[in-house]
């Protein structure tokens, strides 16, 4: 697999991740699960590549409203938080500060998951691999929530799969997952968008027609 940096878009390291994935093709206890927002367009690609389910895990990243692009931890559903204690130390941050930051961050997160899961029942994921997808790995806080998550709800088997990650994440998370697949990590990097020629947000409405078109997809498949 010849990598030619940066990826178009996120579509296109979805299709290049899964051929990196393809020992997990039609195996029936494995789930891609895209982390929100941005993981969700690649997530699907895998996927749909795979002929397997596709659902979401919600994340938030923690950061200071005066310093949103450096993030202090993350948050994910069942109550998950992970925060970078040695960074939280040098920003000389107070416990009632980060609780301020946490609980706003809950609220969003708390819409996300409503919204996205519409009702359906709770993610399961017992028995099952889960192959966790993000767009990219910057300081790997929410993919350490989203590990975290799967490991809360008793999956067996734990996949960090990602296009693109930093060599400094890529150690936070070493030994966190059972299998760890990141299709590059360039010495020099300054985050996860520089690697990608469109990196345009992506929506609420683009995260739940994602899923909605994969949950239509795997009725027709079943149905044939």
């Known amino acids: 697999m010849k990598l030619d940096l940066p990826y178009r878009n996120r579509s296109e390291a979805g299709r290049f991740l899964a051929e990196a994935l393809s020992h997990y093709k039609t195996k029936p206890d494995v789930m891609v699960l895209g982390l929100t927002r941005g993981g969700i367009p690649v997530a699907a690609e895998v996927a749909l590549a795979l002929g397997v389910p596709l659902d979401v895990i919600v994340v938030r990243k923690l950061a200071l409203p005066s310093e949103p692009e450096l993030a202090i931890g993350a948050i994910a559903g069942d109550g998950i ?35 996205y899961h519409g009702g359906r029942p709770p993610l399961e994921l017992k028995e099952r691999t889960a192959v966790l997808v993000d767009d990219g790995l910057a300081t790997g806080s929410t993919m ?17 799969a990602v296009p693109i990650g930093s060599v400094a994440a ?31 947000p992506v929506s609420d409405d683009e995260v739940v027609k994602f899923l909605n078109d994969s949950a239509k997809l795997a009725m027709t498949v079943s149905a044939a």
């Open 81 to 115: 938080q992970v925060l970078d204690q040695e960074f939280i130390r040098v920003l000389g941050l107070t416990d009632a500060e980060i609780v301020e930051v946490a609980a706003s961050q809950r609220n969003e997160l708390n819409r996300q998951e409503a919204l």
């Open 144 to 160: 350490l929530a989203a590990v975290a998550f799967a490991r809360k709800r008793a999956a067996k088997r734990v996949v960090i």
């Open 170 to 200: 890529l150690k936070k998370l070493g030994g966190k997952a059972d299998e760890c697949v990141c299709l590059a990590a360039p010495d020099r990097f300054y985050a996860v968008g520089e690697w990608y020629w469109n990196f345009l």
